[in-house]
């Protein structure tokens, strides 16, 4: 069985990845697998210096992600001419690695950690999706305590991403994260056991 596991911005998304890994999960993890592909002599490094420009590779060949970042962050078209170059490359890399995954070991749970996995439509490709799940006033005082942030830039940040209470509601598991720590271990453990006799809702 695989699953997509996404989240919203200070949910605990990792900590519930890391939780599952740890009872036997294989992890692909959507972010790692971006760093991978825009890698000296990948394909995508190449595209990507074909349209924004050599000013965007340092000299040692590898991406300048912050300057780039500051082009795309700026730019919606940017923005999007750079995920139009990334975002397949993403998802086939993905593809392979959970099919391998599958192969080898068919008994197994596949986690894709993606963090956009709703606001890229990619929810269709997974057995299942779970969501790390806080309200949002939790999400808020996180980022706030976390990050250092204003109230003002946690919003923000938040009101970037696809509403928290609209993921739940899509999603096949919600593990709560807005408890202990042994809570959301207590929902895990009812998940895996799940598995043994087909989904149940948390």
């Known amino acids: 069985m695989n699953i997509g596991l996404t989240g919203g911005i200070a949910t605990g998304k990792s900590t ?5 890994v ?3 999960a294989a992890l692909v993890d959507a972010d790692r697998i971006a760093r991978e592909i825009v890698e000296p002599g990948q394909a995508s490094l190449a595209r990507i210096a074909e349209r924004f420009g050599d000013r965007v590779i340092q000299a040692d060949g590898t991406l300048d992600r912050r300057l780039l970042g500051t082009i795309v962050f700026a730019d919606a078209d940017e923005r999007k001419a750079l995920e139009a170059i990334t975002h397949p490359a993403i998802r086939e890399l993905m593809r392979e690695r959970i099919a391998a995954l599958e192969a080898e070991r068919p008994d197994r749970l596949v986690v894709a950690d ?10 269709h490709l997974y057995e299942g999706v779970m969501v790390a799940y806080v ?23 938040i009101e970037a991403q696809m509403d928290i209470e609209e993921k739940r509601r899509l999603a096949d598991y919600v593990i709560d994260n807005s408890g202990s720590l042994a809570d959301t271990e207590a929902q895990l453990d009812r ?12």
């Open 22 to 24: 740890a009872r036997g």
């Open 114 to 123: 993606i963090p956009l996995l709703y606001e890229s439509g990619l929810q």
């Open 191 to 202: 998940f895996w056991r799940s598995l043994r006799s087909g989904p149940v809702p948390l």
């Open 135 to 157: 309200p949002r006033e939790v999400q808020r005082a996180r980022l706030i305590g976390r990050d250092g942030l204003s109230p003002e830039e946690a919003d923000k940040r």
């Open 16 to 20: 519930v990845a890391r939780m599952l």
